[in-house]
């Protein structure tokens, strides 16, 4: 009898801790008479079942192909076990309490938001989670945000202190119910509860502030302030934000004067679908991405009539300063339960249907966490603060998509998204060390190497604060505790001045490391980290193209050409240089780099003849002080940046005069492309030794600039945008099909902007060149964590 039966042991590894996984296992083996068990530890997901052999390998193959949906299998290991003896075996399958073991290869869920079933609780006057705001299961909810150590059970997350009631604890010990070790099930007996503080008096400490109301009813005063049109702090799952009315212009006013933020564009929540289709246009890959459960800010195009502003709707008009004077609107859908409670009360009492959800943070900041942060920053300056006795264990900001090349592509990787999780076996995805990346100063994540996978953590801030630094240090803490390691090998940054680099020192000399601190050149892991994403080991043609980066050379590198490894690189091919006058203030004021660029072609005289509309306040006294300061080169370093050339070229066309906020410059001219209906051929020249010259760009902008009447120039200000951004894009190209067939690595900033990324993929395509470039990955400096672990990952 027993010819026909077998005993498997399955070791899947990937997504499969709190995610239903292990109900699932138990629903599908009972579904198929099979006997054994199914536990959680630090490695994954182990089951030990015996069944019919026609049976295990449909029950294998279900595995795979039905797992839950928040789930990823990154790896299936299958063995086969000797047979249990009669007195051994099971009668049954069941699910066996998590244990604890030394290594690890789970990965971690990002936090997901409400799910269908969950949403259709909280709405059901008959559930016990009728709008109770803290309502998940194992499809939905909390993850990242609350876990304190692996395996993902209870006890070491932040609900820890909270005890099921006898309801929760039924559904809890169920696995047919999708609630089944859901580690943060509550219910209004047993869970977290909001709290709503009366901010509007400045206090010393948060124990200061007044209660008015809890639960349901903070929810109601909530919604009554918001339609008051003041501005309030909300606790959400990774950290607080500050909302208003969207369609109340005074109120986005206060809002951008209390995060002196005074014109960059702001996020706004939308209540459903229908009320983002009244504001924003997209394709269907826009429309997916914003209804997808991690609920990213999705990057939009504003429709016409919103740009225009010639369309009244019944939900009224969004106010004109919430993301001024750009294409864009940055859109998500709600994504908590709260949320969800929270415009159901605005929808009763007549409110809006769109608010502003900004991170509660003064500029520069980190997000705040807790009640006793946000009281320091903002109490005597808002509203009130809607409060939830849930700790935070890992802050986490809101993910930012948008759609170029064919492609969703993430520029801000954090909640729903983070941490990203690579999963490999063997040495071609280990460095045999626990390997820590430092990665850059702004943007800044850390990346872990584990024997077989590697992550990197969520977007942590520009760390040019005490207060990111710290929060920087917390996440260095956390990851390397929540798997249990200890740092073997660190891998940071070469520029000697960044915070991330001298972290990467200090710890290197306390803990007395063996293996030696890897540098890795900045534009170089900016290659690298394309080349993770794509798992690309062989020769590429890498682009980086960005604002700055430590250069070999010790001049400010970004716009180079680098023939790259994961090993080594060769520079190939750079942008001209120029200088910074003054140093970090040409980054703030772009007509001080486009002075430079035309000292090097012309003489002062020259140039003050031009009449150019970026020097139309400038006094002869300030034109003969910057070119004292180019001449003599005083605190003006040589670049070779195509971020600080697009600034300038925005600068020519009059688009920016004092940089408000970073990548502006590059926004307005994508703009002004985006109106383009008749751009002209220009091209960059490249000589024998690689150097992209800019010099042939300007010979023929500066002449027509000077013709063109005032009737004209915003058509030629659109066609030379246009016509620069084409520039670069057939550069590539040029270039490109000089080393073909090597792929061609598109990282950097610069590669955040859709018009240039859309032309390069369409003129690759024609061109049948092959092309990478950030997807699940940034583009930007918050991908360069994983470009030094790759870094690091092949080194012999």
Not at 270 to 293: K, P, T
Not at 361 to 366: D, F, T
Not at 717 to 722: E, G, I, T
Request: proline share 5%; aromatic share 8%; glycine share 6%.
């Amino acid at each position: 009898m027993t010819d026909n039966i077998a005993r498997q042991y399955i070791h899947i590894t990937g997504i499969v801790q709190g995610v239903g996984f292990r109900p699932f296992v138990y629903q599908l083996a009972t579904q198929h008479a099979l006997v054994g068990s199914v536990i959680n530890d630090s490695e994954g997901v182990k089951i030990d079942v015996q069944g019919s052999l026609d049976t295990l390998p449909i029950f294998t193959s279900q595995l795979i192909d039905q797992a839950p949906p928040l789930s990823r299998i990154d790896d299936v290991a299958i063995r086969t076990l000797s047979l249990w003896s009669e007195l051994e075996k099971p009668n049954t399958f069941g699910i066996e309490q998590s244990q604890c073991r030394d290594s690890t290869t789970v990965s971690i869920s990002p936090d997901q938001g409400l799910c269908d079933a969950c949403k259709r609780d909280i709405s059901n006057p008959d559930s016990r989670y009728f709008q109770y705001p803290f309502t998940n299961c194992t499809h939905c909810g909390p993850r990242y945000s609350i876990i304190k150590a692996l395996p993902y059970d209870r006890a070491v997350t932040s609900m820890q202190d909270f005890s099921l009631c006898p309801d929760c604890a039924e559904a809890y010990q169920n696995p047919v119910d999708r609630r089944y070790h859901a580690q943060p099930i509550s219910c209004d007996c047993c869970g977290p509860w909001v709290t709503l503080y009366d901010a509007q008096q400045r206090v010393k400490s948060s124990a200061e502030l007044q209660l008015v109301a809890t639960k349901q009813t903070a929810i109601e005063q909530l919604a009554q302030k918001i339609k008051d049109g003041e501005i309030v702090a909300i606790k959400g799952i990774g950290g607080f934000h500050l909302a208003c009315d969207a369609t109340n212009a005074q109120a986005v006013a206060s809002l951008r004067k209390l995060k002196y933020r005074q014109s960059k564009p702001l996020a706004i929540m939308a209540a459903s679908d229908d009320i983002a289709q009244q504001f924003v246009e997209g394709c269907d890959a826009e429309w997916r991405a914003l209804a997808a459960q991690a609920r990213p800010i999705v990057l939009m195009n504003k429709r016409l009539d919103i740009v225009k502003e010639e369309v009244t709707r019944a939900d009224g008009v969004l106010a004109e300063n919430v993301a001024p004077n750009v294409p864009y609107l940055g859109i998500m859908l709600p994504y908590t339960p709260l949320h969800y409670l929270l415009f159901d009360g605005l929808q009763t009492i007549g409110a809006t249907s769109t608010l502003i959800m900004t991170s509660a943070n003064l500029s520069g900041m980190p997000i705040a966490t807790e009640l006793a942060q946000v009281c320091t920053q903002f109490s005597g300056k808002i509203s009130g603060v809607l409060d939830h006795n849930r700790p935070i264990v890992s802050a986490c900001d809101d993910s930012l998509v948008h759609y170029a090349g064919g492609k969703i592509r993430v520029l801000r990787m954090a909640r729903g998204y983070a941490p990203v999780s690579h999963f490999g076996t063997g040495s071609e995805q280990s460095t045999g060390n626990i390997t820590v990346a430092l990665g850059a100063e702004q943007k800044s994540t850390i990346g872990l190497a584990l024997p077989q996978q590697w992550l990197i953590s969520p977007y942590i801030g520009d760390l040019d604060d005490l207060d990111t630094e710290l929060r920087y240090q917390e996440t260095f803490n956390h990851l390397t505790t929540l798997y249990n390691v200890k740092p073997q090998q660190l891998v940071c940054d070469k520029h000697p001045n960044y915070h991330s680099s001298q972290f990467a020192e200090k710890y290197q000399a306390k803990a007395n490391l063996a293996a030696p601190l890897l540098k890795v050149q900045h534009h170089h892991a900016h290659v690298l980290a394309v080349m993770a994403e794509h798992n690309l080991i062989e020769q590429v043609l890498g682009f980086t193209f960005d604002g700055t980066g430590w250069g070999d050379d010790h001049t400010v590198w970004g716009g180079e050409v680098l023939l790259s490894t994961p090993q080594s690189y060769q520079r190939v091919g750079n942008l001209r240089q120029f200088r910074l006058i003054g140093g970090e203030k040409a980054i703030k004021e772009p007509a001080r780099l486009l002075f430079s660029l035309l000292l090097e072609c012309y003489s002062v005289d020259v140039i003050k003849a031009m009449q150019l509309s970026a020097f139309k306040e400038w006094s002869d006294f300030y034109f003969n002080n910057l070119y004292q300061l180019w001449l003599t080169g005083s605190q003006s370093p040589y670049t070779s940046s195509m971020g600080r050339l697009i600034d300038a070229w925005a600068s020519l066309l009059g688009l920016v005069d004092r940089v408000d906020y970073e990548g502006e410059c590059g926004l307005k001219l994508e703009q002004a492309a985006m109106k383009d209906r008749c751009h002209q051929p220009i091209s960059f020249a490249v000589d024998a030794n690689g150097v992209i010259d800019w010099q042939p760009l300007f010979e023929y902008a500066l002449p027509l600039l000077s013709l063109v009447a005032d009737d004209y120039r915003p058509a030629w200000r659109n066609c030379l945008a246009h016509s620069f951004i084409s520039a670069i894009a057939d550069l590539i190209i040029t270039i490109g099909q000089t080393y073909k067939p090597l792929p061609i690595v598109l990282g950097g900033g610069v590669f955040q902007n859709r018009v240039l990324v859309d032309e390069v993929f369409e003129k690759a395509s024609a061109h049948s060149l092959s092309l990478f470039c950030g997807e699940a990955l940034p583009t930007n400096d918050a991908s360069i964590s994983a470009g030094q672990l790759w870094f690091a990952i092949h080194q012999k």
